[in-house]
């Protein structure tokens, strides 16, 4: 698939998102993290894990570097589970990291993707965060209440 910014979404990502969505078990990935590939020609996968612990995934998100060392911007989804008072809730958050640092250039690049990016999953609610502070656990859960998913 291919957008208007030229870079296309691999089919790894689409199929990386049905498995998250549509697996059940142990097996069943907590979250995937995407980028733009170096030669910004495609969003590829990442990482993706069956890890449970939110903060492994926060560090993982946050401490993305590019190929000169510095912080890189990565879209993620994650596999939110909750309770409420009606029952557990789960839901699918599309977050966009995109840190202070990252250039002008790159930040563009990410802008013109993320749209597509998230339509092509069909990611209903979406998260942009320049700070980690931005995707805290309880930011994530306050607005995953918020919401009332």
Not at 15 to 30: E, S
Not at 132 to 143: F, G, L, N, T, V
Request: aromatic share 8%; net charge negative.
């Amino acid at each position: 698939m291919s957008l208007l910014s030229g870079v296309e979404i691999s089919n790894d990502c689409l199929t990386a998102y049905k498995n998250l969505v549509f697996t059940r078990g142990a097996a069943k990935p907590t979250f995937i993290i995407y980028r733009i590939s170096d030669d910004e020609q495609s969003i590829i996968v990442e990482d993706t894990s069956t890890e449970k612990d939110y903060e492994v995934f926060l560090q993982k998100l946050t401490s993305a570097v590019d190929a000169e060392g510095k912080h890189a911007p990565r879209y993620a989804v994650y596999d939110v589970e909750y309770d409420l008072e009606e029952g557990r809730r789960a839901a699918t958050v599309f977050i966009t990291w995109m840190p202070d640092s990252t250039s002008t250039r790159t930040r563009m690049l990410y802008a013109s993707t993320t749209e597509q990016l998230r339509r092509a999953l069909n990611v209903r609610v979406s998260i942009h965060a320049d700070d980690p502070h931005d995707i805290e656990w309880k930011a994530i859960m306050s607005h995953m209440l918020g919401r009332r998913i």
